[in-house]
């Protein structure tokens, strides 16, 4: 473990006093980093845990819904509890007298990580400018996009590379009002910022300098375009960033370039995931590929299952705030709470049959609970519907293909946040 990452780690893991220690191994001595396994309760280098991380939580539900680690996280894969935390506001990302995962500078930080009212104010004018007209306006341009890159492809193919990875950044892209010569740049920025949403003990010192020159070279571009944007507005979400305003209220340029990160990163490689996991789920099950084939109205509904089963983003941490009481047991302020929504989204007490994918569960007339690939309360996900929008185009014209997997093994990404592949190798054919 890199000696860089150690202050993080303890500033969000102290040392839980004596009478509330747990059952597991004893905190390292102070002058060793904690192993991850210590710090999460699982280990995500696991190769098994990448290939299929839900038998791993299943064992750690298995000691209880709450439950602190050997260094004094407490973890949860409730969903009860999940959507408890994700909805109380004594629980956010700004403890009075704690950590997070890394410190970033406060002039850098989205409303992804602030609380109210920083988070309300911000959230309030972004939404302005990021309205569902314009999400459902984009419906014809991706239409157009996915036949386009999937025209283009036969034979063997690495679906990622062919259509998961280019439609949202495309779509990402143009929505900002970024040049078509300049998208490849977005490529290696949004790579090494999916990576460092992971907790700074995850990642070696190179990956963390990488992270860091990604976010600058960003800014430093979209600073750039912003300052043509107000001279020169056009009709793109950039210029509409630059322009909003509530009651003489507007986003300073650091607000800007912060929501334009977090577009970049929550707009695109989310869906990036959405698409490729949601794939691979329905390929894996030939009977249900058969039966969304000949219900291609129902696919918003399969995308939802799709979401549940294998969601793009795996986790969620919150503070608490002040001391909160936690299905009974005493959460003091300060405190960090992980949250496992992918866990939470195949919670027995919640899901019928939760480990098989239903891919009509979602469907009209069928009341099944909501899941939690999203998000929940004030932070849930303000690029939801363009997330189902591009999910639902790209995967009902994908399977209007004949389409089979590739035998072997396959591949996942290092990321522990995010969750997909690094490949998806299939035979593609036109549709006949």
């Given at each position: ?29 102070p ?15 696991d ?29 949860t ?11 109380d ?19 850098r ?7 109210p ?24 341009r ?30 990402i ?49 979209f ?19 630059v ?127 909501r ?24 995967l ?37």
């Open positions: 473990m890199e000696e860089a990452a150690r202050p993080a780690v303890r500033a969000a893991t102290d040392t839980p006093p004596p009478e509330a220690a747990p059952e597991a191994a004893p905190p390292a001595a002058e060793a980093a904690p192993e991850a396994a210590a710090i999460l309760g699982f280990d995500p280098s190769p098994a845990f990448r290939a299929d991380p839900y038998p791993h939580y299943r064992a750690l539900a298995a000691g209880g819904r709450l439950r602190r680690t050997a260094v004094g996280l407490w973890v894969t409730s969903y009860e509890l999940c959507e408890r935390v994700l909805r506001p004594r629980f956010g990302h700004r403890p009075q007298n704690g950590g997070l995962w890394r410190e970033a500078p406060v002039r930080r989205s409303f992804l990580t602030l609380d009212p920083d988070h309300t104010r911000l959230r309030r004018l972004v939404s302005k400018a990021f309205t569902p007209r314009l999400v459902e306006r984009l419906r014809p991706i239409e157009a996009l996915v036949d386009e890159l999937l025209g283009g492809a036969s034979g063997e193919t690495d679906l990622i590379a062919a259509l998961a990875y280019p439609l949202p950044v495309i779509v892209s143009e929505m900002l009002g970024v040049p078509a010569r300049d998208r490849d740049l977005f490529r290696g920025w949004s790579d090494s910022l999916a990576r460092g949403l992971d907790p700074d003990f995850l990642l070696p010192d190179a990956e963390i300098t990488r992270r860091d020159e990604a976010r600058a070279e960003f800014a430093a571009y600073r750039e375009l912003a300052a043509l944007r107000r001279a020169e507005p056009r009709d793109d979400l950039l210029s509409a960033l322009g909003v305003s509530d009651g003489g209220d507007v986003l300073t340029e650091e607000e800007l370039l912060a929501t334009c990160v977090l577009l970049l990163v929550a707009g695109h490689e989310t869906t990036v995931n959405l698409i490729g996991n949601g794939a691979l789920a329905l390929l894996r099950a030939p009977e249900h590929l058969a039966a969304v084939r000949s219900r291609p109205e129902a696919v918003p509904a399969v995308v939802e299952e799709l979401l549940r089963y294998d969601p793009p983003v795996q986790l969620t941490l919150r503070a608490a705030l002040e001391d909160v009481e936690l299905d009974g047991t005493l959460i003091e302020a300060g405190r960090l709470v992980l949250l496992l929504t992918g866990a939470a989204n195949r919670d027995p007490a919640v899901f019928a049959d939760p480990d098989r994918l239903d891919p009509f569960r979602y469907a009209e007339g069928r009341d099944a609970p899941h939690l690939a999203f998000g929940h309360g004030i932070h849930f996900c303000l690029g939801a519907p363009l997330a189902r929008l591009e999910g639902e185009i790209a009902r014209k994908l399977f209007e293909r004949d389409v089979a997997l590739v035998p072997g093994e396959l591949a996942y990404r290092d990321n522990l946040v995010l969750r997909g592949l690094r490949a998806l190798p299939v035979t593609l054919r036109p549709p006949a």
